[in-house]
């Protein structure tokens, strides 16, 4: 399976099935098998067999390898550019709107038939089997009320700008999973009727748009009221990160870079605390969404 590694990024994610790119979201979230057997209902054997199927369409041996490989492919949502305008594009064909069964999406749906913009409502992030996928040429926005991990695939999928809508108020783990995971606007599902549509006006022009109260509850975690920047990596952080780009073990990269394997693991334990991560999958995916490193070296 070794030519799938130069398919375009369309073809592949044709090619994985929508278990399969759940399962690599996962994994480039930084949760075990364990956890994602938990999150999409399967015995860890069956997502071991997944991630198998991943390595095999892939030509990778590893989780990192496989993240990586992903990365170059462009399945991943592409870095922010810092310091640098977005690029305004016009509004919206279509609206995607994504709730489990069971979450209320009437505020959502009202709002958006008040303000006469076309909308579809899915209950399942599989969007294989919904026919607007294939024959729409416009753009999109998602709007994900309440999502879970997995739910982030529909943004993927019809590559969208996403407007989370929480149905409760925002704790802070919510708020720094949502822009961690390249959330571009966030509208409480109360403020829904008023705010919604604004701020869909909003990010088709380029803009990020949440609540300044949102910020308000990210004073626990000491992030309210400074700046968003880049974290600082020193040069040997900047060292291993690469390694794991590149898909070494800690091992190779202690013999690459000359140094103790106890030296990888401490300064790997500080380069994760760096970038949120908990593992070397979700250490690269963050450090891609940041703009530390490029597809191109992959």
């Not at 070794?2 to 996962?26: G, K, M, N, Q």
């Not at 709107?97 to 999406?105: E, F, K, S, Y």
């Amino acid at each position: 399976m070794a030519e799938l590694t130069e398919t375009c990024p369309d073809t592949l994610t044709d090619t994985l099935t929508a278990r399969e790119l759940a399962v690599l979201s996962l994994i480039a979230s930084g949760h075990s098998a364990q956890q994602i057997a938990t999150l999409l209902r399967l015995t860890p054997a069956t997502v071991e067999n997944h991630k198998r199927r991943i390595y095999q369409k892939f030509g990778v041996s590893s989780q990192s390898q496989a993240v990586s490989r992903a990365i170059a492919l462009g399945l991943f949502d592409a870095p922010r550019k810092h310091g640098t305008r977005a690029a305004a594009w016009s509004d919206p064909e279509l609206v995607v709107v994504h709730a489990r069964p069971g979450a209320p999406v009437g505020e959502v749906t009202e709002a958006l038939l008040g303000s006469g913009l076309p909308f579809v409502v899915t209950r399942e992030p599989d969007l294989s089997e919904d026919h607007w996928v294939r024959w729409h040429r416009g753009r999109f926005i998602a709007v994900l009320v309440d999502p879970l991990p997995t739910d982030w695939q529909v943004s993927v999928r019809i590559h969208a700008p996403v407007v989370v809508v929480p149905t409760s108020w925002p704790q802070p783990a919510m708020v720094m999973d949502a822009m961690r995971r390249g959330a571009n606007a966030l509208v409480w599902l109360d403020d829904v009727p008023e705010h919604l549509c604004a701020a869909l006006t909003m990010l088709t022009r380029g803009y990020f748009v949440m609540n300044v109260a949102y910020l308000d509850v990210l004073d626990d975690m000491g992030t309210a009221g400074n700046p968003i920047h880049l974290p600082e990596l020193s040069p040997r952080e900047r060292e291993i990160l690469d390694s794991i780009v590149m898909g070494h073990t800690v091992r190779q990269t202690a013999r690459l870079l000359g140094i103790a394997v106890k030296t990888v693991e401490n300064t790997q334990a500080r380069l994760f605390r760096k970038l949120a991560a908990r593992n070397r999958p979700e250490a690269m995916t963050n450090a891609y969404r940041l703009g530390l490193i490029e597809a191109a070296r992959n």
